[in-house]
């Protein structure tokens, strides 16, 4: 009995660990360092787009190129187009936030998957940002700065060690739902050379690498 019961607070305590929020050591900082110096400015970045996942027993594997743009309007385009040349994707944003669905192939029509793949370059360019929302945070140990702010179902965290941006996560209360690891940022402000995209829920991922500005679309 004594042992079942030695079992059972060991498996409680261990529930209870699993569930706490990984942001709840997390210290309120006040800071004029504001993650939307990180905000990209660029005319044009085309990625090699690997996607990799699974789902039950079945996994899959995606490659294309992900062109973003910015027109002289403010208008951002994300198009996602496999080897072969036909569109995947084409979503726009307009300079107010309006995000439309300009093209959508048939398999990735479905109202879950636009609104995750919407929320993953949202995140990137840091578009539609409540930045009135904005509180800094730090570790009670450690450098790394992290800028919150408040969006639909959570929160999405803006992490940086000194002046370079090392990820983005987005959270609810409880856990961590997605991770963007970005490296190797080509110029001050620009868009990174390498970005992974991590759906730790929907257990699947989207590695971005940059290629040549020139590459025939």
């Known amino acids: 009995m004594r042992r079942f019961l030695t079992l059972n607070s060991l498996f409680v305590l261990l529930l209870i660990t699993s569930c706490s929020s990984p942001y709840k050591y997390l210290i309120e900082q006040k800071t004029s360092q504001s993650a939307i110096?990180?905000?990209?400015?660029?005319?044009?970045?085309?990625?090699?787009?690997?996607?990799?996942?699974?789902?039950?027993?079945?996994?899959?594997?995606?490659?294309?190129?992900?062109?973003?743009?910015?027109?002289?309007?403010?208008?951002?385009?994300?198009?996602?187009q496999n080897e072969m040349g036909p569109v995947m994707f084409d979503f726009e944003w307009q300079s107010d936030g309006k995000f439309t669905v300009l093209q959508v192939m048939s398999q990735m029509n479905k109202e879950a998957v636009i609104k995750t793949l919407r929320k993953d370059i949202e995140m990137l360019l840091m578009i539609g940002l409540d930045r009135g929302t904005e509180i800094s945070y730090k570790q009670s140990r450690g450098e790394e700065?992290?800028?919150?702010?408040?969006?639909?179902?959570?929160?999405?965290?803006?992490?940086?060690?000194?002046?370079?941006?090392?990820?983005?996560?987005?959270?609810?209360?409880?856990?961590?739902i997605v991770t963007v690891n970005v490296s190797d940022f080509d110029t001050d402000k620009g868009l990174p050379e390498k970005v992974l995209i991590d759906h730790h829920k929907a257990n699947?991922?989207?590695?971005?690498?940059k290629l040549e500005s020139d590459v025939n679309e």
Do not use: M
């Open 37 to 80: 110096r990180f905000e990209p400015v660029f005319e044009k970045a085309i990625y090699r787009a690997i996607v990799d996942g699974g789902v039950l027993f079945k996994k899959y594997h995606i490659s294309g190129l992900l062109i973003i743009k910015q027109l002289e309007n403010g208008t951002k385009r994300a198009v996602l």
């Open 145 to 176: 700065l992290y800028n919150r702010f408040n969006i639909a179902g959570g929160y999405v965290y803006y992490i940086s060690k000194g002046q370079e941006l090392v990820r983005i996560e987005n959270a609810n209360n409880r856990k961590t």
């Open 204 to 209: 699947f991922t989207i590695s971005l690498n």
